[in-house]
């Protein structure tokens, strides 16, 4: 097994793949040796050449930083010795490169999916309630709980209570926001029928809502306003029931893996994350899109100091200029709220060896692969074209996870290295970047890519496994957090709360 990794020859910094003592011998691709001035601890960084203060410091053929003070060869390089390159907002330049067309996957695999009436498909059956105010959700668990006692035994893959703590008392784009973000869980094809649940008085009125949404199927999208009723409770689970006898009929029938829509998102990072699964995440993003698929990546200020990569695989200049928009528009938001733009990473991140907020989004960047950025989503817009695109959202696993399944992702495909139970509105397949985590959280990862360290799987034969995964959970296995009940809805507030 491998216990420490360059992964470009550019790099001046080696990564521990195991925890390695000091006085360790390193012999490096070109024959130098050293030994390690001090332990480091897995993930982390040790340097490979002597450094003085101010030299830049490099990784995935990139820099991430640079030194704060002298750094000896074999010496921990962390956040105590080392700072970020970057500062507030920056001009870009259109400067393209030659994206190779991928090669087309022979075998689009087949996948048992749900197709709707509008043509769109999903990959669950299920019934969701869905409150248009905080003030409904608890009488929506309510009805629910009361409907599933009456029907313990369903044809259908669940019924869920999405409840959030929103749709009244917002100003502006925030009441404009959780509008379109609920109104986009109501048409999401996971959902075979929707009862969405008002209260009446609240700013997001369910007459609005409907206009909204424009033409629906209203045997599997209904309303009730729970003010003008005499028993909100009966007459929701009346509806429900009617819903469910609708949608208990619909039947899987074959489709394509590149039917399906992913959301590429990380969370609890670690100094793996840039060497298992966000890599495995971008061999898997081309791979689908070669099948004409379609991936979203997210979490914006996780592009801080990679974001011109991305600029570089835009396909056209419009989209250059809307990755540009999506970028300064962030750094703008920050601004705008007296943060500064590169407070990160977490506590996690940096125990787990990320030291600056480059060297997180340098590993964080890499689940898009290679392929050419298509377009450029904003919060809470729909897909359009197959391909890559970007979604402006921030770096909030809910409310990333949220806004990716909003958009029209089917699934979420989260890698961590620290661990997380959370899961969105759509299946939430966790991959861990280190066997320990896989190990010791079985009950909340799908899947280990951390064998690509420490079991020495190529990753051909780890990308193979992975597809095999999914598929397996389009096809009706639920992922983790299904089978643990977590299923969450967070929107994203930017404004004032009344």
Not at 68 to 88: E, R
């Amino acid at each position: 097994m491998k216990t420490w990794i360059q992964i470009n020859p550019k790099d001046n910094v080696i990564i521990a793949l195991t925890d390695l003592p000091s006085g360790t011998l390193i012999t490096l691709q070109n024959g130098h040796a050293f030994t390690l001035q001090e332990a480091i601890t897995k993930g982390h960084k040790a340097s490979i050449q002597d450094l003085k203060i101010d030299d830049l410091l490099w990784k995935y053929g990139e820099s991430f930083g640079h030194a704060t003070s002298d750094i000896k060869m074999g010496s921990w390089v962390h956040s105590h010795n080392s700072k970020t390159n970057l500062n507030d907002k920056l001009d870009y330049q259109y400067q393209p490169i030659d994206i190779p067309s991928k090669a087309s996957v022979a075998d689009n695999i087949p996948v048992n999916i749900y197709r709707r009436s509008n043509g769109e498909i999903g990959i669950r059956n299920e019934l969701w309630v869905i409150p248009t105010v905080g003030c409904v959700n608890g009488i929506a668990q309510t009805m629910v709980n009361q409907f599933l006692v009456n029907n313990p035994q369903l044809d259908i893959d669940g019924v869920y209570v999405f409840p959030h703590q929103f749709g009244c008392s917002q100003l502006g784009d925030d009441h404009i926001t959780t509008r379109n973000l609920l109104q986009s869980m109501a048409k999401h094809p996971n959902a075979g029928g929707v009862l969405i649940l008002g209260l009446g008085c609240e700013n997001n009125q369910v007459p609005a809502f409907m206009q909204g949404l424009g033409d629906i199927d209203t045997k599997r999208i209904q309303f009730l306003i729970s003010q003008k009723v005499d028993d909100e409770i009966e007459a929701g689970k009346d509806i429900i029931q009617e819903i469910y006898d609708t949608i208990r009929h619909d039947k899987r029938e074959i489709g394509t893996l590149s039917e399906i829509n992913f959301g590429l998102e990380c969370g609890g990072s670690d100094g793996l994350s840039g060497i298992t699964a966000n890599p495995l995440l971008g061999q898997f993003s081309d791979y689908v899109i070669a099948q004409g698929g379609t991936t979203v990546l997210t979490e914006v200020p996780e592009m801080f100091g990679a974001e011109t990569l991305l600029m570089k695989r835009a396909k056209d200049e419009p989209v250059f200029h809307k990755i540009v928009a999506m970028i300064n528009g962030f750094k703008d938001y920050y601004q705008q709220h007296n943060q500064p733009i590169y407070e990160n990473p977490s506590p996690g991140n940096k125990d787990g060896g990320i030291t600056t907020l480059e060297d997180k989004s340098l590993g964080c960047t890499q689940k898009s692969g290679t392929s050419a950025v298509v377009d450029v989503l904003e919060y809470t817009q729909k897909l359009s074209v197959s391909g890559l695109n970007l979604l402006n959202a921030p770096g909030n696993d809910a409310i990333a996870t949220s806004a990716l399944a909003a958009s029209g992702c089917h699934m979420v495909l989260f890698s961590t290295g620290r661990g997380t139970p959370y899961g969105g509105f759509v299946p939430t397949v966790k991959i861990a970047t280190n066997t320990e985590l896989s190990e010791k959280k079985k009950h909340w990862i799908d899947f280990n890519a951390g064998q690509l360290v420490s079991g020495d799987v190529p990753m051909e034969t780890l990308l193979t496994q992975f597809v095999q995964t999914l598929v397996r959970i389009i096809n009706g296995e639920q992922a983790r957090n299904e089978r643990n009940g977590i299923r969450e809805l967070a929107i994203w507030k930017s404004g004032v709360t009344l």
